[in-house]
């Protein structure tokens, strides 16, 4: 089948290479006209890796991520320091951590040269057949596999989008480039409107987040003394995971989720995956990992399909 694969983030790249994997023809545009992504950490715990390993790239994905080699003694804190829940090491035994520009330059090395067109404006045709509009040319497909992101054009155009919603608060986040003794001790500290968490990844990086509840669209001069000023305050290592991130290396966003699940994934010869189709909040730490999911299903659906019709 000769399909195409609209968005560049991980969900589309781990649905061009799956079906790539199983021999099909697989063109994915990218809006963005650069290589260079951004991000910080994201967390994948034992469902990511049992998908990545049906299309072989579950070891390769554990090379370049922190997990229970790392010694962790997860657990929430108040923002004075006082433990308030330890968590058993058996509910992170499958949580693995990875900075998610490495994951997304691994992911990209591994499809055919040429696989992805960038500064590419690709949209669907509205009633679902498999035709794709890029930059106002129609190209045609056997399929079309929309994975676009929460704000998804592409959702809006086939009639399914329920929208979105802001979750109420803010979010920096950071790597830092020379980490603070941590004393093997990773979780979450909840204060009142904000939390704040650390999480260990490969070659003595920290990732952090801090969360604040605002309004949206609050606007920060300088997002690392923002943080700073959020944090300052809290317990040790926390300030000093802030301060050992360069200024550059500290974003922020609002953060949105779908205002309502989706009644649908699909629309005739096309389909969501990834954000595109169940956007979530980050504290629930499934975002990458439902991405994966979904990729891996729609590959594994088109093999199986495949063999019953030999």
Same mark, same amino acid.
């Given at each position: 089948?000769?399909?195409?694969?609209?968005?560049?983030?991980?969900?589309?790249?781990?649905?061009?290479?799956?079906?790539? /994997?199983?021999?099909?023809?697989?063109?994915?545009?990218?809006?963005?006209?650069?290589? +260079?992504?951004?991000?910080?950490?994201?967390?994948?715990?034992? @469902?990511?890796?049992?998908?990545?390993?049906?299309?072989?790239?579950?070891?390769?994905?554990?090379?370049?991520?922190?997990?229970?080699?790392?010694?962790?003694?997860?657990?929430?804190?108040?923002?004075?320091?006082?433990?308030?829940?330890?968590?058993?090491?058996?509910? #992170?035994?499958?949580?693995?951590?990875?900075?998610?520009?490495?994951?997304?330059?691994?992911?990209?090395?591994?499809?055919?040269? @040429?696989?992805?067109?960038?500064?590419?404006? $690709?949209?669907?045709?509205?009633?679902?057949?498999? /035709?794709?509009?890029? @930059?106002?040319?129609?190209?045609?497909?056997?399929?079309?596999?929309?994975?676009?992101?929460?704000?998804?054009?592409?959702?809006?155009?086939?009639?399914?989008?329920?929208?979105?919603?802001?979750?109420?608060?803010?979010?920096?986040?950071?790597?830092?480039?020379?980490?603070?003794?941590?004393?093997?001790? #990773?979780?979450?500290?909840?204060?009142?409107?904000?939390?704040?968490?650390?999480?260990?990844?490969?070659?003595?990086?920290?990732?952090?987040?801090?969360?604040? =509840?605002?309004? $949206? @669209?609050?606007?920060?001069? +300088?997002?690392?003394?923002?943080?700073?000023? =959020?944090?300052?305050?809290?317990?040790?290592?926390?300030?000093?995971?802030?301060?050992?991130?360069?200024?550059?290396?500290?974003?922020?966003? +609002?953060?949105?989720?779908?205002?309502?699940?989706?009644?649908?994934? =699909? /629309?005739?010869? #096309?389909?969501?995956?990834?954000?595109?189709?169940?956007?979530?909040?980050?504290?629930?730490?499934?975002?990458?990992?439902?991405?994966?999911?979904?990729?891996?299903?729609? $590959?594994?659906?088109?093999?199986?399909?495949?063999?019953?019709?030999?």
């Amino acid at each position: 089948m000769h399909i195409a694969v609209i968005g560049g983030g991980i969900a589309g790249l781990v649905t061009g290479y799956s079906l790539q /994997r199983d021999g099909h023809q697989v063109t994915l545009y990218e809006q963005r006209a650069g290589s +260079d992504t951004e991000g910080a950490g994201l967390t994948l715990f034992g @469902n990511a890796f049992a998908a990545l390993a049906e299309v072989g790239l579950s070891d390769v994905v554990k090379d370049i991520s922190s997990g229970t080699n790392v010694p962790m003694h997860p657990g929430q804190r108040s923002p004075e320091g006082r433990l308030m829940l330890t968590l058993p090491a058996s509910s #992170v035994a499958s949580l693995r951590s990875v900075h998610r520009v490495t994951l997304h330059d691994l992911l990209t090395s591994k499809l055919d040269p @040429n696989t992805i067109q960038r500064g590419v404006r $690709a949209l669907v045709a509205k009633d679902g057949r498999p /035709r794709v509009l890029v @930059n106002k040319t129609p190209k045609d497909y056997d399929l079309v596999v929309v994975a676009d992101g929460l704000r998804s054009e592409n959702r809006k155009r086939l009639g399914l989008d329920t929208g979105v919603s802001y979750a109420g608060f803010t979010a920096w986040r950071g790597v830092t480039a020379s980490p603070p003794d941590i004393g093997n001790i #990773v979780g979450e500290t909840w204060g009142r409107g904000s939390l704040f968490g650390i999480i260990p990844l490969i070659n003595n990086e920290l990732y952090w987040f801090g969360t604040l =509840t605002t309004q $949206a @669209n609050t606007r920060f001069a +300088d997002e690392h003394k923002a943080a700073q000023k =959020t944090f300052g305050e809290w317990h040790h290592p926390i300030p000093a995971c802030i301060d050992a991130t360069p200024s550059e290396n500290v974003i922020r966003h +609002d953060v949105f989720e779908l205002a309502r699940p989706l009644s649908t994934f =699909t /629309r005739g010869q #096309v389909v969501l995956v990834g954000d595109a189709a169940h956007a979530m909040t980050p504290n629930l730490g499934q975002g990458a990992a439902q991405g994966i999911e979904d990729a891996v299903t729609l $590959a594994l659906l088109l093999r199986n399909q495949q063999h019953a019709s030999l």
